[in-house]
């Protein structure tokens, strides 16, 4: 077990700094970054005051020097101007676009896609299971045939679309703006109580229009999973012993049939953070994604290299995860192959 | 008289289809008295099966009871009930089910969940129909465990499905069963899936606790010979009808129905006379057979296939976890020969290494030490050292014939594509000669030639196994490799397919190594046999000399285990009850055999040869 995680850590290692010189270079790739095109525009307009602080900020992060030399710098394994100082010693950065620090760029984003999206992966949980069992169990019926038409309109319907039609109904039918997080008075005020109710009630909305398409595909799986195991033999097993349906049901193929979704968990994570970029900037949620659109549009690289390296973290991480609950659940891979 | 445990009366099952309705069981009545056995033979779709799940209520939803009464005669509380009349999902059917009436499958691999432990599962069936907790629960399971012969309790309790063999995992669906103490146990082809001396101790299993427990047992299979042995009433049936039905007694002695009658002449049996033919069901007429054109024959001096000193590891890893890796020797020092023109059979249970053989020879593995010679008449030459044009000349002249004829034929191509695929890959004959010569082979497998523009999935398993006959001869070969080609078959289709493998070598003068674990299959088929256990070839010998004198024990003891469809000759469950035949470690002098050494083949008559451990070899010498 700590030869596994001991292996497992080091090609996480590995993996991460591969990832970290694609994104970096990826970036780096369209000619220019946002400092000379800002100067350029400066000149334009004839500005030398400000051109004089670009320049500085070209020296201060070494934008002059060679890309390799500039990873090398982010990275934190070569003495920049600053001496070292990178992503390794936890300094993620300037943002040339916010002018300020990338800490406090992403700092409270981060946490909210984080919450927003942990909300829409418990509403697809909660609310696709049930429907993809009801629906596998009663194959052909007339629910079946509802809930799997359902299903492909939510499939099918645009996410963003669904959002604007929403934003508009509620605010015409209820009076309330489900645009943002929270009530635009809270914006910038410290955290507290009414502050966190209108945070909640702000949520529900944007859960169940990202939520919608993704819940749409759970049914889907999890209806063609539980058929497969249905069919099989210890099923008939446990009915025969005179286990009765619903129990019989969730204790054996239900628990057969998760497998492929918590192998799944390793790519949930970064979508918590890189998906729904539309419906954010639609409803107008201050998450990671329009920050990071925005970013990569104006060749803010550390701003962008850094929310990159952090998807990149998460799958990582939840592909450690992933493999350790499969190990936990089901012991064929537990103890498979000793026989 | 005492009233029967279950009275079936006009019981009719509907299956409801895209193509209309169909009847599985059409009208069956039978009794099963209070502790006996009462065997259902016939055919896979007979209606046996589905019989049993009516009997439970666990019929698929395409089915339907739509007729008759199923009288279960409880006599614990003298109780009676129509089971049939019952809602499937009552309490009262709960109650019945693994209750009173108990289930075992065929295949224990599958019929056990894999993500819950033994203990789990057995100690469920017990929780769901008596008041205890799960301590109470614990200690009967493995009193349970005890009485069914797992040597540690304590431990499979918390041993996991696919950590125990088949034997075990078996055991382990009849404890389920049995913890409840049911008053009537349903085993649907209970052995079906085992080697023969596992089969034989779970048949004797099943016996012991009958007698102990007082159960009926109503047991479906489509084996004559475990019938024979086990059953006091016999239920025959065709396309869900009963054709004959008796005591033991009546129906082996004094067969009526003509069905029964040709069932009982397609099984083989160890006492049949040296030219004796199998009759099948259903015979079927190979047009060409007599007029086939005997390719010109090269007589080669010695064997045309010979295998010497083949030894073959895999490296185990054990657990996702570790790092440790285990070595396994799955084949050790095999001697083997061919004559050409001959059947060699190689018999053995599962795991014991014949098809490791086999792909050896198929030059699909390549083996840790020996060799196999084949000779086309030129001389003997190393198959593992062939290249090029002699190699392609060596795969042309050996072909396989695989067991299972459903997942051996690709489902996307037509029969056409099927057979013509070997003379593509050769680049053999033109397109108008390809016709001709698939047209001829079917002919010679019996098929007709409309089957060409037909896919696999429209053939019987029968029709499809000589589909893979017919592709494996699409190359003119001079040795056929056959992997246990008739243990996926019915028993009536059985006998066509050996049939067929038989006049096949009479008119081609092919050769043929043929793998199996069915004895009666092999004695049938094979000139000479060896014995194959844990990696080591035993005994070998001419057939008649082998049965008729088995030296080794493992020999004896897999000739004791075969149950044979003839009730004078009952099998000896005594002589089985002590237990391990297929450990070399634990095998009498002069045959013990300790880890690390092969032992060597002694001559003990002319051709028949057998393995002793080096010890008393050496002593001999």
Not at chain 2, 195 to 216: C, H, N, P, R, Y
Not at chain 2, 332 to 338: C, G, R, T
Not at chain 2, 453 to 479: C, D, K, M, N
Request: net charge neutral.
């Amino acid at each position: 077990m700590i030869r596994f995680l001991l292996r497992r850590t080091v090609t996480m290692a590995v993996t991460l700094l591969i990832i970290s010189a694609l994104v970096f270079f990826i970036i780096k790739l369209p000619p220019g970054d946002f400092l000379t095109n800002q100067i350029a525009e400066l000149r334009a307009q004839g500005e030398s005051a400000s051109i004089a602080k670009a320049e500085f900020l070209i020296r201060q992060y070494g934008l002059d020097k060679p890309a390799w030399e500039q990873y090398l710098v982010w990275l934190g394994v070569m003495p920049g101007p600053n001496g070292f100082s990178g992503l390794l010693q936890g300094d993620w950065g300037w943002s040339f676009e916010y002018d300020k620090p990338v800490v406090d760029v992403v700092g409270d984003a981060l946490w909210l896609t984080l919450l927003v999206n942990l909300a829409v992966v418990i509403f697809i949980h909660l609310v696709a299971i049930p429907i993809a069992i009801y629906s596998a169990t009663r194959q052909y019926s007339v629910g079946d045939y509802i809930a799997t038409f359902i299903g492909y309109i939510g499939l099918a319907t645009p996410s963003f679309l669904l959002a604007l039609i929403l934003l508009y109904y509620m605010n015409r039918w209820f009076g309330i703006s489900i645009g943002g997080l929270y009530d635009a008075q809270y914006a910038g005020e410290p955290w507290s109580w009414p502050k966190i109710q209108s945070l909640l009630s702000h949520l529900v909305v944007p859960t169940v229009v990202i939520g919608l398409g993704g819940t749409a595909a759970m049914i889907r799986r999890m209806r063609a999973n539980l058929l497969d195991e249905l069919g099989k033999q210890y099923y008939v097993t446990a009915k025969a012993k005179g286990l009765g349906p619903t129990k019989a049901l969730l204790k054996y193929p239900f628990r057969m049939s998760l497998n492929p979704f918590i192998a799944d968990i390793g790519n949930l994570l970064p979508q918590l953070v890189s998906g729904s970029v539309l419906v954010s900037l639609v409803l107008s949620l201050p998450t990671v994604g329009p920050i990071l659109l925005s970013a990569l549009k104006s060749q803010d690289q550390f701003l962008a290299g850094f929310i990159l390296m952090f998807v990149a973290v998460l799958t990582v991480v939840g592909m450690l995860v992933s493999d350790l609950l499969l190990a936990w659940l089901d012991p064929r891979i537990r103890m498979g192959g000793a026989r | 008289m005492e009233a029967p445990i279950l009275s079936v009366r006009q019981l009719t099952v509907d299956f409801s289809t895209d193509a209309g309705n169909f009847r599985a069981v059409d009208g069956l009545t039978f009794d099963i008295p209070k502790g006996k056995t009462v065997a259902l033979v016939g055919e896979s779709g007979s209606g046996k099966s589905v019989t049993a799940q009516a009997i439970l209520q666990i019929l698929s939803k395409k089915a339907r009871i739509t007729n008759g009464s199923l009288l279960f005669n409880d006599p614990s509380n003298g109780g009676s009930i129509d089971i049939a009349a019952l809602p499937a999902e009552s309490d009262a059917m709960h109650a019945l089910r693994g209750g009173r009436i108990a289930m075992i499958f065929q295949e224990p691999m599958t019929s056990l969940s894999p993500l819950h432990t033994i203990g789990d599962q057995i100690s469920e069936a017990l929780m769901i129909h008596a008041d205890v907790d799960q301590a109470t629960a614990n200690q009967r399971t493995m009193d349970v465990l005890n009485r069914v012969g797992f040597p540690d309790p304590k431990r499979a309790l918390r041993t996991y499905p696919f950590e125990l063999s088949g034997g075990l995992r078996q055991r382990a669906m009849i404890a389920m069963a049995l913890i409840t103490r049911p008053a009537l146990l349903i085993a649907d082809e209970p052995t079906t899936a085992l080697d023969v001396t596992t089969q034989a101790q779970i048949l004797d299993l099943i016996k012991e606790l009958q007698v102990e427990t007082g159960m009926s047992v109503l047991l479906i299979t489509h084996d004559l010979g475990v019938v024979a042995n086990v059953a006091d009433e016999v239920v025959v049936m065709y396309r869900g009808r009963i054709m004959e039905a008796g005591s033991r007694e009546n129906i082996f002695r004094n067969a009526q129905h003509p069905y029964l009658q040709a069932l009982m002449r397609a099984v083989p049996r160890f006492a049949m006379a040296e030219h004796e033919r199998l009759t099948p069901i259903r015979e079927v007429k190979s047009a060409r057979l007599a007029s086939a054109d005997a390719p010109k024959l090269v007589q080669q001096a010695g064997p045309i296939l010979k295998v010497e000193r083949l030894t073959k590891s895999f490296t185990l890893r054990s657990g996702w976890f570790s790092g440790k890796t285990r070595e396994i020797r799955a084949v050790s020092e095999v001697d083997l020969a061919l004559p050409a023109g001959k059947t060699l059979g190689l018999v053995g249970e599962s795991g014991c290494g014949k098809t490791t053989v086999s792909k050896m020879i198929m030059r699909a593995i390549t083996p840790d030490a020996g060799k196999v010679l084949f000779d086309d008449g030129t001389g003997p030459k190393d198959v593992h050292k062939l290249e090029g044009e002699a190699l392609t000349t060596y795969r042309r002249s050996v072909q396989f014939i695989f067991q299972d004829p459903f997942s051996s034929l690709n489902p996307r191509m037509t029969v056409y594509e099927l057979l013509t695929e070997p003379l593509r890959i050769h680049d053999i004959g033109t397109s108008d000669e390809r016709y001709e010569r698939v047209k001829h082979l079917l002919e010679m497998v019996g098929l007709d030639q409309r089957a060409l523009r037909r896919y696999p999935h429209s053939f019987s398993g029968g029709q499809r196994q000589r589909l893979g006959i017919a592709r494996a001869l699409a190359l003119e070969p001079r040795v056929l490799l056959c992997d246990e080609p008739v243990s996926a078959l019915d028993v009536s289709v059985q006998a066509q397919v050996l049939n067929l493998l038989k006049d096949l070598q009479a008119a081609l003068g092919l050769s043929y190594l043929f793998v199996s674990h069915n004895l009666a299959v092999v004695d049938y088929i094979a000139d000479t046999i060896a014995v194959m256990c844990r990696g080591y070839i035993v005994e070998e010998a001419p057939k008649s000399s082998l049965f008729r004198n088995p030296v080794h024990p493992y020999t004896q003891a897999l000739l004791a285990a075969v149950p044979d469809p003839d009730i004078d000759r009952p099998l000896d469950f005594t002589k089985l009850r002590t237990g391990r035949f297929s450990q070399p470690s634990e095998w009498p002098e002069p045959f013990r055999i300790q880890p690390g050494e092969f032992g060597v083949m002694k001559e003990i008559e002319p051709g028949h040869k057998v393995r002793m451990g080096r010890l008393s070899a050496r002593e001999a010498a």
